[in-house]
């Protein structure tokens, strides 16, 4: 099993700033690494795909990068709506699909 | 392209949890497309669960595998899944989703999710 490790697992930070969370995988997944936000009591939403390709929809200052097993999420001048919980996942084939536990940002 | 989970909310230990998914606004039978379970115990993180294509191949978390049936409907267009042999640690909201082909394998339509409760 490829093991998603997201730190840290809570990151506080200020309205405006930026704000990088982190993902390692036990084991490459090349390019094959998505990150979902979930806010209180909705499901998650897709933000990034392949690493760095931001879904349908997702504001600019969303940002993906990285490959093999250290990726990063980069959210420039973090708004109100940003401070929830971030899970990034996995996908290599065939399906033994894998997330981190999660990183929350706080104010 | 929605997706809707449907089933009991509570369930007793040693019991069977079944749930079924509802797709509308596309074909289940969609080529390429994948149909998932993904749960999440409160305050907790994501687990996936299972696949399974429209042909009907299958693919198990196998951490669960002995426990898991996930199965497809297509005159239906939904999807189900059965876990055997509940305990209290399958309490969870159980998230149904779907993907593209191999190696687009990323959740990018998710229903709104549906708490299942273990206990007697």
């Known amino acids: 099993e490829i093991v998603m490790t997201q730190f840290p697992a809570t990151l506080s930070v200020s309205p405006g700033e930026r704000a990088t969370l982190s993902c390692r995988a036990s084991?490459?997944?090349?390019?094959?690494l998505a990150w979902y936000q979930q806010k209180p009591g909705q499901a998650p939403r897709l933000l990034i795909y392949?690493?760095?390709t931001r879904a349908t929809g997702v504001p600019a200052r969303f940002s993906g990068s990285g490959s093999g097993t250290e990726f990063t999420l980069t959210i420039s001048s973090l708004q109100s709506e940003d401070f929830v919980v971030y899970y990034c996942?996995?996908?290599?084939?065939?399906?033994?699909?894998?997330f981190g536990q999660g990183t929350k940002l706080e104010i | 392209l929605q997706l809707q989970e449907s089933g009991p909310g509570l369930v007793k230990p040693s019991e069977t949890l079944s749930l079924s998914c509802s797709v509308s606004?596309?074909?289940?039978?969609?080529?390429?497309?994948?149909w998932g379970w993904i749960r999440q115990p409160p305050g907790k993180g994501l687990e996936w669960i299972a696949n399974?294509?429209?042909?009907?191949?299958?693919y198990y978390n196998p951490s669960l595998k002995s426990r898991l049936t996930i199965s497809v409907d297509t005159s239906k267009n939904q999807f189900s899944l059965n876990l055997r042999s509940v305990a209290a640690a399958d309490t969870a909201v159980y998230y149904c989703?779907?993907?593209?082909?191999?190696?687009?394998?990323?959740?990018?339509?998710w229903g709104q999710g549906a708490l299942v409760i273990v206990s007697s």
């Open positions: 989703a779907s993907h593209g082909p191999p190696m687009e394998s990323f959740f990018d339509h």
């Open positions: 606004g596309g074909s289940i039978s969609r080529s390429s497309y994948y």
């Open positions: 399974i294509f429209y042909t009907g191949s299958t």
């Open positions: 996942q996995q996908y290599d084939w065939p399906p033994r699909y894998t």
């Open positions: 084991q490459s997944v090349n390019r094959h």
């Open positions: 392949d690493a760095s």
